[in-house]
């Protein structure tokens, strides 16, 4: 079983900068994949970015290209999510989620074996 626990959100000014944290333990050698997902009010879970724990594939959702940048600390077991360029629009609980493939990140539903408990980012304008 793989137990995952973000941090790092707070409140932002519009075009500020947050950095969020998701430290995995147990299983986690069984899940090849790490990402992030947000679900902003009265609006469904959405994809953000995902990356492959070894080989360091990444993916990204067309509205954080170029402004959000995922990484790793597979010594440590730490995700990341470092956030620029801040919009009111990224206002949203952030999810970390983990999977056994990079691909099923992104499939419809997210075919993730285990998910975090979620930090508010809230952007201001």
């Known amino acids: 079983q793989v137990r995952l626990v973000e941090s790092g959100g707070g409140l932002v000014q519009a075009g500020g900068s947050l950095r969020l944290s998701c430290a995995a333990s147990?299983?986690?050698?069984?899940?090849?994949?790490m990402g992030w997902f947000r679900q902003a009010p009265g609006k469904e879970r959405e994809f953000v970015a995902a990356i492959s724990r070894y080989g360091g594939s990444t993916s990204y959702a067309d509205s954080v290209k170029g402004r959000f940048t995922i990484s790793t600390n597979n010594a440590r077991n730490t995700l990341y999510l470092q956030m620029n360029s801040l919009k009111p629009e990224d206002t949203a609980v952030y999810y970390c989620?983990?999977?056994?493939?990079?691909?099923?990140?992104?499939?419809?539903?997210?075919?993730?074996?285990?998910w975090g408990q979620g930090t508010q980012v809230t952007v201001s304008s």
């Open positions: 989620a983990a999977a056994g493939y990079i691909g099923y990140m992104t499939s419809i539903p997210p075919r993730t074996n285990a």
């Open positions: 147990g299983t986690i050698f069984s899940s090849n994949a």
